[in-house]
């Protein structure tokens, strides 16, 4: 049988509002925050949560362990490579009744990764969620449990006021993977990402 989302939020928003009614506390911010940002890191195998209000900055809210995302170090070039992709992306759609339990989409590929394909379009590939479970071909999954309160924030949020950030590592305090020598748009994407991920010290 399909779950609706309104199914699924009636279901779960009560485990994610545990979680989140307080952390949105003690950050000192209005729940649900008005806009949300997810940072994940592939090497380290983490997902943060950060909220922030109308015009102030993103506090930290979480974080998650991946429990699984299949590939290493490096973007997605092409349908079948099994690589989670890596860039600034928008998460645009929430499937409540996923195989994967819930799921939220993330817009891979984007424009930056469209300009610099070295396959077709139609060759790029697609269908990167953010998942429950612990399997993974290009996704990341975070479990079943974390899911249940990750998603129902997103659908709070709203998709128009949320995004996602996949880097390599950890750019903080750790240094970008070298990028192939004919790939100058990849040190360069790595070297916006490390400036982006400054101010998001916990």
Known sequence: MQRTLADALETYGPIMRRRFVPACKRAKLAFPPQKLLLLAFKDEKKLEVWGAGGGSAYQF???YTVQAASGGPGVKRREGDQQVPEGFYKITALNPSSRFHLSFRVDYP?????AHATV??????????VHGNRVSIGCLALGDDKIEELFPLVAAVGLKNSRIWIAPCDLRVASAPTPHADDPWVTQLYQRLTLALKPFRR
């Open 120 to 129: 077709p379009r139609a060759q790029l590939g697609g269908d990167i969620y």
């Open 61 to 63: 809210l979480a974080d």
């Open 110 to 114: 984007n424009k930056e990764d469209i």
